[in-house]
């Protein structure tokens, strides 16, 4: 059952997050994708993470299609124009591949490559505008396409933004992202399972399924890292003291994301692991959460 | 105005290497205001060229408020040094590239048919207001100012990634991820345009720019003064 499919009959969806390497090697994309096969409904790829050179998206979301796991196309507007984009999107859609996360796409200052010129020619809700133009088989100027693709558009959105002004800018550009097409969301990581109801009671009318980001916490140093450094994750002081009281750290890392899951279950239409690293270790979270 | 720093010294006595006899021409416009190439740094560079065994045959700086990029003052003001032009092996100029390309194509060139080097004296860093002592981008001339959509704030400029429908989710505690210093620009519109009561402006879908208004390089034609 496809992704689309499976977020359209409201089942409870399940997608995990898998990050090419520098270089050529796939082994370790496509051990994981074996492993990933069958216990997820897609897999997302990620393209140039945190703005750090890396093998492409596209070509790993054809090997993931070739061995029988549906990927999920991660496109940011960083790295390519309105031509590229557009050309990108098509080239993907022939290899095979429907789903699209659209997203800005972290700065280059921030990667291995700083020196870079960032395009951002478009933002991730015209990116997102585009795609319905060619799904409705013009290009973004108006153009006929020869052959009408027929994309599933995803969007991102940060529901524990830290300020109320932020906050109402994530959910004034989530409606955008929907009324331009997304046809689900994929959240940053959620630890805080009540400030995430928040967020869902404020969503609800989207109408629009909701795939909450799980990252497995690792160690404390982990959680207070990205507490301290990334926008929108809050990890709870009760979870980083069952962190640091576990002597099995991964074992506990694992359990920790396995209960959100269950309770995540009952809030939204899925969730969306982002292993970083452990994507080997998904299908034991899965059969520690009951999915 | 152009923000501007100075060349390191050593770039700029690179550039003069094996030339002697050197004309410095500043700028009585921006590089005044930030001390690139008023008549104090005019000075100083003559001064410290000089102790670099140059002979400076002349330091030529414009009076506050006369800009170089301007032709018609940058072809007076330069008229009055023509020979100590003619006779030089080099130009310094301590103004921003506007200024130094108007001087080598406008006067150098079509006034008086000289192929002379001219060498920059300064790092331009962008189009900014503010002052006296703080100056900040503001505007990067787009072609098609956006300001009526946004409060009077400019998310091209900004915001670190240009963005024209709302933010990324990189800002914590109101900040750029890029810049921590740095407002996040969304949250300021925000902010602004709920005092204003015009808060819906922020949830009309913005189309793609239109960067051909952007294509470089752009001219204007205009009535003189």
């Known amino acids: 059952m496809s992704l689309q499919s499976v977020l359209e009959s409201g089942k409870f969806a399940v997608t995990a997050e898998v990050g090419p390497l520098k270089g050529i090697d796939t082994t370790e994309i496509t051990e994981a994708a074996e492993l990933l096969r069958g216990r997820v409904d897609a897999a997302n790829v990620t393209d140039q993470q945190s703005s750090v050179m890396r093998l492409g998206s596209m070509a790993i979301c054809h090997l993931l299609q070739e061995r029988g796991l549906e990927p999920v196309f991660q496109v940011t507007c960083r790295d390519r124009n309105r031509l590229a984009l557009q050309s990108d999107l098509l080239s993907a859609y022939v290899l095979g591949i429907k789903n699209v996360l659209a997203i800005t796409g972290d700065l280059p200052v921030l990667g291995d490559h700083p020196q870079a010129k960032p395009v951002y020619d478009l933002d991730s809700v015209q990116l997102l505008w585009v795609i319905s133009r060619l799904n409705e088989g013009y290009d973004m100027v108006g153009n006929e396409l020869q052959g009408k693709p027929s994309f599933f558009p995803g969007a991102v959105v940060n529901p524990g933004a830290d300020t109320e002004a932020s906050f109402e800018l994530q959910l004034i550009k989530m409606e955008k992202k929907i009324n331009a097409g997304a046809r689900f969301f994929q959240t940053q990581a959620v630890y805080d399972v009540d400030s995430f109801v928040k967020f869902m009671k404020r969503v609800e009318g989207f109408e629009v399924p909701v795939l909450a980001g799980v990252i497995p916490l690792k160690s404390v140093g982990m959680a207070r890292f990205m507490n301290k450094n990334v926008a929108g994750v809050f990890v709870p002081e009760e979870l980083i003291k069952r962190m640091s009281e576990a002597e099995d750290k991964a074992q506990t890392g694992i359990q920790i994301a396995a209960d959100l899951m269950k309770e995540l279950k009952g809030i939204c239409q899925g969730v969306h692991i982002m292993a970083i690293g452990w994507e080997k270790k998904v299908p034991q979270i899965l059969d520690a959460a009951g999915l | ?225």
């Open chain 2, 1 to 225: 105005m152009i923000g501007q720093t100075q060349k390191p010294i050593e770039e700029i006595l690179g550039f003069l290497d094996g030339k002697e006899k050197i004309v410095l021409v500043g700028c009585g416009g921006c590089a005044t205001i930030f001390h690139t190439g008023g008549e104090v740094e005019v000075k100083e560079m003559a001064d410290t060229l000089s102790k670099h065994g140059k002979n400076i045959l002349a330091a030529i700086a414009p009076p506050f408020g006369e800009f170089t990029c301007y032709a018609p003052w940058s072809k007076a003001r330069l008229e009055q040094y023509r020979k100590e032009i003619e006779d030089c092996d080099a130009i310094l100029m301590l103004s921003c590239g506007d200024g130094l390309q108007v001087v080598r194509e406008l006067v150098l060139e079509d006034e008086y048919g000289l192929t002379k080097p001219i060498y920059p004296g300064t790092d331009p860093i962008g189009h900014m207001g503010g002052g006296p002592s703080l100056f900040r981008e503001k505007c990067q001339q787009c072609g098609e100012c956006l300001l009526g959509q946004y409060a009077g704030i400019c998310p091209m400029t900004q915001c670190a990634k240009g963005l024209l429908n709302g933010p990324c989710g990189g800002s914590k505690n109101g900040k750029c991820e890029q810049e921590p210093e740095h407002d996040c620009a969304w949250i300021l519109i925000y902010e602004r345009l709920k005092k204003l009561g015009d808060l819906d402006k922020i949830k009309e879908f913005v189309a793609p720019k239109d960067y051909s208004k952007m294509k470089r390089p752009r001219q204007i034609e205009v009535a003189p003064l």
